[in-house]
């Protein structure tokens, strides 16, 4: 009953900025984390970023000083701001989110957004 639909991927040059957006909707009562994931064919997804519902970020360390993520909690709408990007950034890109809903009071549950390419040339 939750979709997450994802925009802002793409082809970027090294050095260059992209950002990605996330909207959650659906019967939403909260939402609790919302963050970025990236996975690479082959390799585990892996978490890039998690934004608290109160605004606090964690950052895996190799993006550290150059991503943003961000919030609205009043558009259910979570960001992710890439600059100086790399090409070992290109991946894809999936947002998550951990919701409550109306038809699950009292429970959060995770859900994923359908993924976006992120490709960085050099």
């Known amino acids: 009953q939750v979709q997450l639909v994802e925009s802002g991927g793409g082809l970027v040059q090294a050095e260059g900025s992209l950002r990605l957006s996330c909207a959650a909707s659906g019967s939403i009562l909260i939402i609790n984390d919302m963050g970025w994931y990236r996975q690479v064919p082959g390799l585990q997804r892996e978490l890039v970023a998690v934004?608290?519902?109160?605004?606090?970020?964690n950052y895996e360390d190799s993006v550290k000083g150059r991503f943003i993520i961000s919030r609205d909690n009043a558009k259910n709408t979570v960001h992710l701001q890439m600059n100086s990007l790399k090409p070992e950034d290109t991946a894809v890109y999936y947002c998550a989110a951990d919701v409550m809903t109306i038809t699950h009071l009292g429970s959060l549950r995770r859900y994923w957004g359908q993924g976006t390419q992120v490709t960085v040339s050099s």
């Open positions: 934004i608290s519902r109160g605004f606090t970020t």
